[in-house]
Every structure is written in C-alpha cells, then in structure tokens.
C-alpha cells in the first residue's frame, strides 16, 4: 500500500483558505503534508496528527535563515518552499501568521509579485503575435495565428489568477468596488467575446474570441469543480 499520495490544490489564488483546510483535514487522518507538487501537493502517511497549515509568500536572499528563524520561535515550523511560496505548520491555537490587516495586505503584495512579472511578458507578446497575424498572409500568418492562440490559452488563465489576487488584496484593503469589478471582468470578457464573434467577420478575430471563451469557460469549470470537490468529497472524508 502506498504510504504517500496527491492532494490537488484549488489554486493558491483562489482557495489558499479551502487548501490549509483540507491539508489540516488529512493530518488528522495521518496524511502529513511533505512537499509541494505540480498542482498540488504530496502527502505523506504517518501518525495522525492535529496540525494548521498556512502559507507565506516572501523572496528570500541572505535573509532566509532570519526569516525561517522568526517562524520557528512563532511555533511555526517549515514544510517545503516553492520558489517565494512557503508552506508552514504549527499546533493548534498558534498564533497565526497574519494577524492584523496590514500584515494579510502585505501578503497579497507578494503573492502578486511573480504574476507581474509573468503579465509583464506574456500580455504584450500575446498582443503583438495577434497585430502580426492580423498584418501578415501565408505561412508568416500561420505561424503567428497559432503562437497567439497558444498565449492567449496560456495568458487568461494567467490574468484571472492575477485578478484574483488584486482582488484579494482590495477586500483585505475594504475597496468594495474594485472586488466587485474583479468578479464581474471575466462575465464581461465573454460577453464581449461573443458580440465579436456574431459582429466580425474576420476569422482571425472569432478565433481570438473563441480563445478568450474557451480559456475562460476552462477557469471557471476548474473553480467550480474544486470548490465542489472541497464541499462535497472533503468534508464528509
């Protein structure tokens, strides 16, 4: 019998909370978070155990021994880092990481970081492939139609996490409006998406709009289906 096994995540941006949950959930049963994974995490079997979980984000350079040395004195000890993710444990009643509005801001802050950075490129390559195709004919066309389409599967899925994460930020902030933008951008996408592809007449247009529904389509399911996993599977484990 294996002694170690997959949990999926719901997406650090979407679900932190619902994850630390389920991996507090499975430490109960003796399923022991070990590492993280491709989309999730590793578990490993052990004696069952009462742990929470939470999760950091900071870029660490000469000051990760003081860094993981203030958690450790916080009764938070280190479970594996992904980059500037890092994942602790603690008993119960431990003081929790963030504990006051100012400090959950800042985590957001950088959470935000490597979704920047990651918009920076692809947003405007992904443009660009698309104002090529539209110029170009022939194979010059061909090879930039199918790279924007590949970016574009790749880029809204990316720019929805990013929103997400601003829009976690702006409720941490109370700016009511710009949460309330951050839910109603994707609706308005599609719809948008689907007005160009009933008014235009050029294919290379529809397809950007198909792209755009598809990615889309493909997030929402994804969110849905892990929220409904979490509700329905998890809590009566």
Same mark, same amino acid.
Do not use: Q
């Given at each position: 019998m294996s002694r170690t096994k997959y949990m999926m995540s719901g997406g650090l941006a979407f679900s932190e909370q619902k994850d630390m949950e389920k991996l507090r959930k499975y430490s109960s049963e003796g399923w022991h978070v070990r590492k993280?994974? *491709?989309?999730? #995490? @590793?578990?490993?079997q052990g004696e069952s155990a009462d742990y929470i979980y939470s999760i950091d984000y900071r870029t660490l350079d000469n000051?990760?021994?003081e860094y993981f040395e203030l958690f450790k004195d916080a009764g938070w000890s280190l479970v594996d880092s992904a980059g500037d993710i890092h $994942? *602790?444990?603690?008993? %119960?009643?431990? +003081?929790p990481i963030y504990t006051d509005r100012d400090t959950t801001i800042e985590k957001y802050k950088s959470q935000k970081k490597p979704l920047n950075l990651a918009m920076l490129t692809l947003v405007p390559g992904t443009i660009i492939s698309w104002m =090529? &195709?539209?110029q170009t004919t022939g194979? =010059?066309?061909t090879l930039f139609f &199918?790279?924007?389409?590949l970016l574009t599967v790749i880029t809204i899925p990316l720019l929805w996490t990013a929103l997400t994460s601003y829009g976690n930020q702006w409720k941490a902030e109370? +700016? @009511?409006?710009?949460?309330? $933008?951050? +839910?109603?951008? %994707?609706?308005?996408?599609?719809?948008?998406?689907? #007005?160009? =592809?009933v008014e235009s007449d050029l294919k290379t247009v529809q397809m950007l709009a198909a792209a755009v529904i598809g990615a889309t389509v493909f997030v929402t399911f994804i @969110?849905?289906?892990? &929220?409904? #996993?979490?509700?329905? +599977?998890v809590n009566k484990a």
């Open positions: 993280f994974s *491709f989309l999730g #995490y @590793t578990l490993e000051d990760a021994e $994942l *602790f444990r603690a008993a %119960p009643h431990t +003081k =090529i &195709s539209l194979s =010059i066309h &199918s790279l924007a389409l109370n +700016k @009511t409006g710009l949460v309330l $933008l951050t +839910k109603l951008l %994707p609706a308005a996408a599609v719809v948008i998406a689907v #007005y160009a =592809i @969110t849905l289906f892990m &929220s409904l #996993y979490h509700r329905f +599977k």
